[in-house]
C-alpha cells in the first residue's frame, strides 16, 4: 500500500520516518489524579516530560500498576481513526478492578486518548505501516510500604510513533516452545493487562532469542501441553486449505489475555467465510497436523504484531515448519481485511475505527 497522507509544512518537521517500535515518543501526555475523598481530577494535558515520583510509592514496591495499548491510523481522507477504543477502556477497567484499583470511566478514557491523538497526530508520517500507539497507565501512587492497596492513584497517557513490531516489512516468525516457565496460572492474572505479567516473561524471551527464534509461546501451568499465548500476542492457527479453512486460536481459560486483535480477527475469519474455532489444543496436536500437512498456517495478532506470520517452531531442541514456511494466503487475507479496516478503507459496520474528537 502507498502512503495515504502527506503531512502539512507545520507538521513535517516532527514526522518520525523510521520509528521502530517504542522509543519514537510523541509531545504531549494526559495526566490525572485519583484519591478516595475527591474521586478523579480533571484531566490535563502537558509536555512529555519526566515524573517526580517518592522512591516508597506503592507502585513501584508491590506492582499496582495496570496498562492498556491501542492504536490510531491515518484513515484515506487524512484524518485519524482510534481503534476500538471503548473496548480497550473496558479492559482497563477490569484490570484495574483486579488489582484492587479505581475504575476509569469509559467515557474518560477515551476522551484523553482522542486529546492525545489531536496534539500529537503530527507526528505520524503519510507511511501506512506506521501508526501512533497509545500508552495509558495507572499506578498506585501512595509512600507507603504497608502491603496494601493505594489510596491515591495517577493516571497517564503517552504515546509513541510506531512502525512494524518486528520490523518494517510482513516477515514470518519463529517461536520458541517454553516448558520451564509459565506465563500465568489460574486464578492469576493472566486474563488482565497489568505490568506484574511482562518481567517473569524475559528470561525464557531471551531463551527464545538463543535458539534464534523472535517470540516465546507459553504452555498452559497446569499439564505444560496446551497452547496459551505468545510473549505479547495471541496465537491462530490455520486448519485445512481454501475456503473450507477453519481459523483456530485457544480458547480463553482465564489465564490468557483476551485480545482485542483476537476478538476482531474472529469476527472477520467467519466475515470472509471462514469457520472461526476456539478450542484447547496442545502443542503435540499442532506438531502432528503440521506433519500431516492439515494445519499449513499460523500467525500472531495484537495492537502492536497486527497479524505477522508464524513459519517455524522450536520444541526442546526439535524444530519444524509450519506448511512451506512462508506466509499463507489466509493470513495474508486477514491481515489485509484488518489492515484496511484501520484506515478506513473498507467498511466498518461495528462503528470500531473510532474518530478522535475534532475529526
Not at 133 to 162: C, E, H, K, Q
Not at 298 to 309: E, L, S, W
Request: hydrophobic share 40%.
Amino acid at each position: 500500500m502507498s502512503a495515504i497522507f502527506e503531512p502539512s509544512a507545520t507538521a513535517r518537521d516532527r514526522v518520525v520516518r523510521h520509528p521502530g517500535h517504542g522509543e519514537s515518543f510523541t509531545e504531549h501526555m494526559i495526566s490525572m489524579e485519583w484519591t478516595e475523598g475527591e474521586g478523579w481530577s480533571e484531566g490535563r494535558i502537558t509536555p512529555l516530560q519526566n515524573l517526580s515520583l517518592h522512591p516508597g510509592v506503592i507502585g513501584l514496591h508491590y506492582g499496582q500498576v495496570a496498562y492498556e495499548g491501542l492504536k490510531a491510523h491515518r484513515r484515506a481522507d487524512a484524518s485519524m481513526g482510534v481503534w476500538r477504543p471503548y473496548d480497550h477502556a473496558l479492559r482497563f477497567q477490569r484490570s484495574c478492578r483486579r488489582l484492587a484499583m479505581p475504575e476509569l470511566p469509559v467515557e474518560t478514557f477515551v476522551a484523553a486518548v482522542d486529546q492525545l491523538i489531536n496534539a500529537d497526530e503530527g507526528s505520524l508520517s503519510g507511511d501506512p505501516a506506521h501508526s501512533i500507539y497509545v500508552r495509558p497507565i495507572m499506578f498506585g501512587t501512595d509512600t507507603s510500604l504497608m502491603l496494601r492497596p493505594s489510596r491515591t492513584y495517577r493516571f497517564l497517557v503517552m504515546a509513541f510513533v510506531a512502525g512494524g513490531f518486528f520490523g518494517e516489512y510482513v516477515e514470518s516468525v519463529s517461536v520458541y516452545a517454553s516448558h520451564d516457565y509459565s506465563r500465568a496460572f489460574p486464578g492469576g492474572t493472566g486474563d488482565v493487562k497489568v505490568a506484574a505479567n511482562y518481567a517473569p516473561s524475559f528470561l525464557a524471551q531471551r531463551e527464545a532469542e538463543a535458539a534464534g527464534c523472535q517470540q516465546v509461546l507459553w504452555l498452559d501451568a497446569v499439564e505444560r501441553r496446551y497452547l496459551e499465548e505468545m510473549g505479547g500476542m495471541n496465537i491462530f492457527l490455520v486448519r485445512g486449505q481454501g475456503m473450507q479453512a477453519q481459523v483456530v486460536t485457544p480458547k480463553l481459560t482465564g489465564t490468557l489475555l483476551p485480545g482485542v486483535t483476537r476478538n476482531t480477527i474472529l469476527i472477520l475469519a467467519e466475515r470472509l467465510g471462514y469457520q472461526a474455532v476456539e478450542e484447547r489444543i496442545s502443542l503435540d496436536q499442532w506438531r502432528t497436523e503440521c506433519d500431516s500437512g492439515l494445519m499449513s498456517e499460523a500467525f500472531a495478532c495484537g495492537t502492536a504484531a497486527v497479524v505477522t506470520p508464524i513459519s517455524r517452531v522450536v520444541d526442546r531442541g526439535n524444530a519444524w515448519t509450519i506448511g512451506n514456511g512462508k506466509p499463507g494466503p489466509v493470513t495474508l487475507a486477514l491481515r489485509t481485511a484488518l489492515t484496511d479496516l484501520h484506515h478506513g478503507l473498507a467498511p466498518d459496520p461495528d462503528g470500531w475505527l473510532h474518530s478522535a474528537a475534532g475529526h
